[in-house]
């Protein structure tokens, strides 16, 4: 059974830095996509940013592109996403997920870490 386990959330002041983990388990991850998605309240899920288990290719979103990095331990079986120069409006509940290379449906969910960011 697949299992995404995020952690790393908290409360921290506008500027400030988070670094979120999501621990992963139940299967083997090559050829997988990881990435990570966040929803604020009142608002659509939304894709932040993503992986290549393999590869290691990036993407994100254009709100966070060089404030956000995306990273992965494949010995630890661990995506990071650190989060730098942190604004009001990233406050979300934030959540990882994983998809395979084709179909290109993020199959996997974990249950979401909440940052909150304070003006």
């Not at 990036?58 to 990071?80: C, E, L, Q």
Request: include cysteine; glycine fraction near 12%.
């Amino acid at each position: 059974q697949v299992q995404l386990v995020e952690s790393g959330g908290g409360l921290v002041q506008a500027g400030g830095s988070l670094r979120l983990s999501c621990a992963a388990s139940g299967r083997t991850f090559g050829g997988y996509f990881m990435g990570w998605f966040r929803q604020a309240p009142g608002k659509e899920r939304e894709f932040v940013a993503s992986i290549g288990w393999n590869s290691g290719n990036t993407m994100y979103a254009d709100s966070v592109k060089g404030r956000f990095t995306i990273s992965r331990d494949s010995a630890k079986n661990t995506v990071y996403l650190q989060l730098n120069s942190l604004k009001p409006e990233d406050t979300a509940v934030y959540y990882c997920a994983a998809r395979p290379v084709v179909p290109r449906i993020w199959d996997y969910w974990g249950q979401g870490t909440q940052v909150t960011v304070s003006s």
